[in-house]
């Protein structure tokens, strides 16, 4: 064999074995969960993986985990922007001495998450907690029974970048704290948040807390009852009402900072 010819089939043996690994290696900009799947597959719709924390692995940035039928997907880290969607089938997390999720992506990622059930069975830390990222939509969810003794907190966002988090037709109960707001001391740390539709019910402590000076929370046409307390704001939070809120029954009152009007 001549010196070409061994370079020639030298090449189509290394092209050969590249076609071959690459797509493993591929992210889908779609991936699938089920109760019945396991995490050694693709996560396909016909091969679904069993937990969010395998299928994240298989998904590109910006790409959506989508429930396949019922089932407990596990506690899940996010680091990029991505979407987790629960429509028409129970997704559930259970968040037993952990913290549901995590959220500690860039400043500029997206993260959204619709439809799921985060359960803390009484001693989970954190139903989410809003580390890193640019914006986070919570939509359609349930996140109950946080009650670690030292956090247990429905949702803590306390972001290390400038970030905007919308909480809508999502309830928050039975919690230690219903939503905390407490952006990091570091420069240029802020959080705005907008809770649309929200139920904030039955927490042992405060229901909403904006903690700092850029720390801001808009409600709008939500109910915060049943609480050890209601409204909370400290070191210059503010919590702005635009006035159509059921705010009562809270062991300690707690009334908005401000209000907008309605437009």
């Known amino acids: 064999m001549t010196r070409f010819s061994f370079l020639g089939v030298a090449l189509a043996a290394a092209i050969a074995t590249f076609a071959l690994v690459a797509p493993a290696r591929a992210q889908a900009t779609r991936t699938w969960v089920s109760g019945v799947g396991d995490d050694v597959n693709p996560c396909s719709r016909t091969a679904p993986c069993k937990t969010f924390a395998g299928a994240i692995s298989k998904t590109a940035a910006g790409g959506e985990i989508s429930v396949l039928d019922p089932g407990g997907f596990g506690a899940v880290t996010i680091t990029k922007s991505i979407s987790i969607v629960a429509d028409g089938a129970e997704g559930s997390i259970l968040g037993s001495m952990t913290n549901g999720i995590i959220i500690n992506a860039g400043p500029k990622d997206v993260?959204?998450?619709?439809?799921?059930?985060?359960?803390?069975?009484?001693?989970?830390?954190?139903?989410?907690?809003?580390?890193?990222?640019?914006?986070?939509?919570?939509?359609?969810?349930?996140?109950?029974?946080?009650?670690?003794?030292?956090?247990?907190?429905?949702?803590?966002?306390?972001?290390?970048?400038?970030?905007?988090?919308?909480?809508?037709?999502t309830t928050i109960a039975k919690n230690n704290a219903g939503i905390r707001v407490k952006p990091a001391s570091a420069d240029g740390a802020a959080?705005?948040?907008?809770?649309?539709?929200?139920?904030?019910?039955?927490?042992?402590?405060?229901?909403?807390?904006?903690?700092?000076?850029?720390?801001?929370?808009r409600l709008n046409g939500s109910t915060i009852t049943g609480?050890?307390?209601?409204?909370?704001?400290?070191?210059?939070?503010?919590?702005?009402?635009?006035?159509?809120?059921?705010?009562a029954a809270n062991g300690a009152g707690g009334a908005p900072t401000g209000k907008a009007a309605l437009q």
């Open 111 to 169: 993260v959204n998450l619709h439809g799921l059930f985060i359960e803390g069975a009484g001693n989970g830390l954190n139903g989410i907690k809003f580390v890193g990222g640019g914006e986070l939509h919570v939509r359609h969810c349930l996140i109950r029974g946080f009650q670690d003794g030292a956090t247990g907190i429905g949702i803590d966002i306390q972001p290390t970048v400038k970030a905007s988090v919308f909480v809508s037709d």
């Open 191 to 217: 959080a705005d948040v907008f809770l649309d539709r929200v139920q904030v019910v039955q927490n042992l402590n405060s229901a909403v807390t904006a903690d700092g000076a850029n720390a801001i929370v």
């Open 227 to 247: 609480n050890g307390a209601g409204l909370t704001a400290s070191n210059g939070g503010q919590i702005v009402s635009f006035g159509n809120n059921a705010i």
